[in-house]
Each structure stands twice: as structure tokens, then as C-alpha cells.
């Protein structure tokens, strides 16, 4: 086996991969994460700012639910998907749940992102989708539990 065969086999193992997947969902949740940042009162994770009201009435007015509701709802969303990315519970599910977001994004508040962002946020999120949270997370834990059980 050449060199060249052994770094690419310990490449494709279990604790690279789990590494990557680590790395994939703290990026995807820190997309999220922070923008949720920017709509709430300092110190809160679900009290909604004035601005971001306005910005669910104006600038996300596309988006075919009423905005005081689609306001809660993304708030929630980029908050508790990328809490459960973090430490990679539900991550199949979460990342299913960003990427429905990135597309109503898409679609509804800023068709013109899908080159410059959007599209790498679902590869993000697919790779998660496909492959799960990794090793080095909680859903790994609960299955190694319930297959002990």
C-alpha cells in the first residue's frame, strides 16, 4: 500500500468523518445562531426586537404567513435547530429544518442569494441530512444506548 493509500484510508475513517461532521454542524448552526442574534433583545433568545418585527412586515413581507407568526417561527428556528447541531441531537432533523428555511429564504425574501449563499447552506445541511451528526454526538450516544438496551 503506498503512502499516498494509507492517508487516504485513515482520511475516510471514523474519526476524520466524525471530526468533519462536527465541523459541518457548528458551521451550519453558526450561520443560524448568529442571525437569531441579531432579531432578539440582548440577553434573550426568543424576545423578538422591535426591528425585527419590521423587518418580518417589510423586507421578509414575501414570506406567505402572517409576520408576527413567521417572526416567531424563524426566532425559534434559528435558535433551537443550531442548539441541537451543537450537540448533535435530532441533527438528521435539524438540518432538514435549516434547509426548508434557506429554502423559503430562497424563494420568498431573497431569490438572487442562491450562488453567494444559499446553495452552500444546503450543502451544508445535505451532508448532515446523508451522513447524520457523526460520532461525536449525542444521537450517536442514544443509539449506542438503545443497541446496549
Known amino acids: 500500500m503506498t503512502h499516498y493509500d494509507r492517508m487516504t484510508h485513515w482520511l475516510t475513517g471514523r474519526v476524520p468523518d466524525s471530526l468533519m461532521l462536527l465541523f459541518v454542524r457548528i458551521v451550519l448552526g453558526g450561520i443560524f445562531w448568529r442571525s437569531g442574534q441579531t432579531k432578539v433583545e440582548e440577553g434573550t433568545w426568543f424576545t423578538l426586537t422591535d426591528n425585527a418585527r419590521e423587518l418580518f412586515r417589510s423586507e ?31 441533527t438528521r432533523a435539524s438540518a432538514l429544518g435549516l434547509a ?50
Do not use: C, K
Open 60 to 90: 421578509y413581507a414575501g414570506v406567505p404567513l402572517p409576520p408576527d407568526l413567521a417572526a416567531m417561527m424563524a426566532n425559534s428556528a434559528e435558535h433551537i435547530l443550531p442548539a441541537s447541531l451543537l450537540v448533535g441531537l435530532f
Open 100 to 149: 426548508i428555511m434557506t429554502l423559503v429564504i430562497q424563494v420568498f425574501v431573497y431569490p438572487d442569494a442562491w450562488w453567494s449563499e444559499h446553495a452552500l447552506w444546503i450543502g451544508l445541511a445535505l451532508i448532515l441530512i446523508l451522513r447524520g451528526g457523526g460520532a461525536l454526538s449525542l444521537d450517536a450516544l442514544l443509539t449506542w444506548q438503545r443497541s446496549r438496551g
